[in-house]
């Protein structure tokens, strides 16, 4: 049938959606045609280009949404396909290098749950929108070189992954641009996001809830249930060509629970560890209305987080961010060089209690005058400080919901990890509680004509500038303990991030379908059960890499071969030929010598002799059988080794083609080559 769905399984749609996060580099045409040849054994030789936004000028920016995706656009006139896939990235951790911003992980949270940034989904429309034009472009380019007239329709479909999934629903939700649309392991939509994206739902929910949107308290207060039957059957029908594809475990599935989210189209759910059953009972013990204040609180930081990344965040928080730091360091090294070469000045008035003489007026006092850097630097923490109070304050009372959510989280966990998230929250107040304590005298500014005053101030600015530092750090450590002793919380937090992977999701959907195989990577790894001794043993084959290993070595041997082979060619015609050529013109010589002896008179001095004839006797040796013996058993050696190694090759490949022998495709799979 013509443009007949190309990736048509769940696992090669699975495995192409892992390619776009670029482990052994980016997404190219050769992954995508080896890929889809493991899976179908067959051969796509139609046109495959490959669209990155990293490589679009129109999406580049100051700042990075951090929106990644790439679309796949296959095309085959002769067979009548024309199809492009739009795959978006999800989340990865880390951060963008030297900007302290996660690529995106908490847009998730300010994207998703909150509802308060699109940047990222406004990227990826546009990314879809760019790409579909260049697309039709270069059909049109090509099928004019090609003398092609018949127009074949382009067919988009749609795959993305974690916050991908989320990209790609909402762009088939807004635009409807996508024949079908998988979503794996995805981050579902939330009301939240859908209200800020979509003003015409908007409009009709704040006629029927009768709320302002714009109030996070009356947006957050509406019940999660009501809020979300309303906007599944608002979409409904947008929605019916979003497939889901989820594993059980995946951590996303277990949070899809929460206020807010969503649930359009169909889904598979599929078993990627039948030991392990995810994170739902986690997840089901957390307050709603802890979820509602955390909400809310945290909504009013998605712009400082949108402008400043997780360092603007942090100080639109706390007031704390590296600058802090910066400032302290630089306090420091102006107070050292106030103290090792003060200079004094005498105070008008005012006298010590100590007199010169008996009787007479005390001694004039003199105090060290404090420099314009350093009472510049000390009036900028006093600043910073000031920010610091107030912000620790409203976070310090905010955080009892944020607490209740921990410990119902970690209630089955044990009371270890709640001591931590405590001892964290006794630093903030010990940070508070040090601000506080100079805030009468420092942050309001009045000690600032009287230079005694100012010496005294500045060292307790500093003193709170440290102890600040140490708290600091001492919330760093809780957080390295939290990690350290959580236990089994981690480890099933692990496994469902494990099992939040693309391709744990296609390991899933092939031990579903008993298709005795796992992969890892990009990686197909074949699994073999064998009975021994009364036991089952597994044994496991990396089929890809077996697969590059023989390609590429045998690859090699043939450039190895080549080679030796010009090598051989070159003494041949260097040495042998050589010394053949050599030795005939020498013969000739001789030959021609002895039978025109009159041609070498010249060569007898004494006039009155007459040459009648010339007789050499000529001695030529071979050349040394030592010479050639050492090429002949040089290309001996080489020859060997090739053999040999080709030998073990085909070795290891023919083993691995008689332990499957029932998958019948794999030895086409070790002679493609894309």
Do not use: C
Not at 523 to 540: C, F, N, Q
Not at 618 to 640: A, G, K
């Amino acid at each position: 049938m013509a443009n007949e769905e190309l990736l048509n399984s769940n696992i090669l749609r699975a495995r192409i959606a892992e390619l776009e996060y670029g482990k052994d580099g980016s997404i190219n045409e050769e992954k995508i045609k080896r890929i889809y040849f493991e899976e179908t054994g067959k051969i796509f030789e139609g046109e495959v280009n490959v669209f990155h936004s990293k490589d679009l000028p129109e999406l580049k920016k100051e700042r990075d949404s951090g929106f990644d995706g790439s679309v796949i656009h296959f095309y085959e006139p002769e067979k009548g396909i024309n199809q492009s896939y739009t795959i978006t990235r999800g989340s990865e951790s880390g951060k963008q290098e030297d900007s302290g911003v996660p690529l995106d992980w908490i847009y998730n949270g300010f994207g998703i749950f909150e509802g308060k940034l699109t940047n990222q989904y406004k990227d990826a429309y546009e990314f879809d929108r760019l790409v579909t034009k260049k697309i039709e472009n270069e059909v049109e380019k090509f099928n004019k070189a090609n003398n092609i007239t018949e127009k074949i329709s382009l067919e988009k479909r749609g795959i993305g992954h974690s916050l991908g999934g989320n990209h790609i629903q909402l762009l088939q939700i807004m635009t409807g641009s996508f024949t079908k649309v998988y979503a794996i392991n995805d981050a579902p939509p939330t009301v939240y996001q859908l209200l800020l994206i979509d003003q015409d739902f908007a409009d009709i929910a704040t006629e029927h809830f009768g709320k302002d949107f714009s109030d996070n308290n009356q947006l957050y207060s509406i019940p999660p249930a009501e809020l979300k039957a309303f906007a599944e059957k608002y979409y409904r029908e947008r929605g019916q060509n979003i497939h889901h594809l989820t594993s059980e475990e995946d951590m996303l599935f277990a949070i899809s629970k929460l206020r807010g989210f969503i649930d359009l189209g169909t889904r598979e759910i599929y078993d990627t560890d039948p030991e392990f059953k995810g994170i739902g009972d986690i997840i089901g013990r957390i307050s709603d209305e802890d979820l509602r204040a955390v909400q809310i609180f945290m909504a009013q930081f998605a712009s400082a987080y949108e402008e400043g990344g997780l360092d603007g965040l942090i100080r639109a928080m706390t007031g704390y961010d590296k600058d802090f730091d910066v400032l302290l360091d630089d306090i420091a090294g102006e107070w050292k060089k106030f103290l090792e070469n003060p200079k004094w000045i005498k105070i008008e008035g005012a006298y010590t209690p100590f007199p010169l003489v008996v009787g007479g007026p005390g001694l004039p006092l003199y105090v060290p005058n404090v420099p314009h850097e350093l009472f510049g630097l000390l009036g900028e923490l006093a600043g910073r400080l000031g920010e610091m109070a107030v912000k620790i304050k409203t976070l310090l009372e905010e955080l009892p919901a944020a607490l209740r959510i921990v410990k119902a989280a970690l209630s089955g966990v044990g009371a270890e990890i709640l001591k931590e998230v405590l001892a964290i929250h006794q630093h903030l107040i010990n940070i508070a509680k040090a601000i506080g304590d100079i805030a009468g005298t420092a942050l309001s500014g009045s000690w600032g004509i009287n230079p005694a005053k100012v010496a005294a101030v500045a060292a307790s600015l500093m003193n709170v500038g440290k102890t600040i530092e140490v708290e600091w750090q001492g919330i760093k450590d809780k957080v390295q303990n939290i990690k350290d002793i959580a236990g089994d919380f981690i480890d099933s937090l692990g496994k469902s991030i494990h099992a939040h992977g693309a391709t744990t999701l296609a390991s899933g959907i092939a031990m579903k379908e008993k298709l005795n195989r796992r992969y890892l990577g990009n990686d197909m790894i074949l699994i073999k059960e064998t009975r021994s001794g009364g036991k089952t043993e597994k044994i496991e084959v990396n089929l890809s890499s077996a697969v590059r290993i023989y390609q590429i070595g045998i690859e090699k041997y043939e450039e190895q071969k080549d080679v030796v082979r010009r090598l051989q060619a070159m003494y041949g015609t260097d040495y042998l030929d050589d010394f053949r050529r050599r030795t005939q013109n020498l013969l000739n010589s001789i030959s021609y010598m002895e039978g025109n002896p009159q041609a070498y008179r010249h060569l007898v001095p004494n006039d009155n002799v007459k040459i009648t004839g010339i007789n050499v006797h000529e001695d030529i040796r071979p050349l040394d059988s030592s010479f050639s013996e050492t090429f002949e058993e040089m290309f001996h050696y080489f020859q060997q080794e090739f053999e040999e190694g080709t030998k073990l090759l085909s070795k290891i490949r023919s083993s691995i083609e008689e332990m499957f022998s029932e998958e019948k495709k794999i030895a086409a799979v070790f002679d493609y080559r894309p």
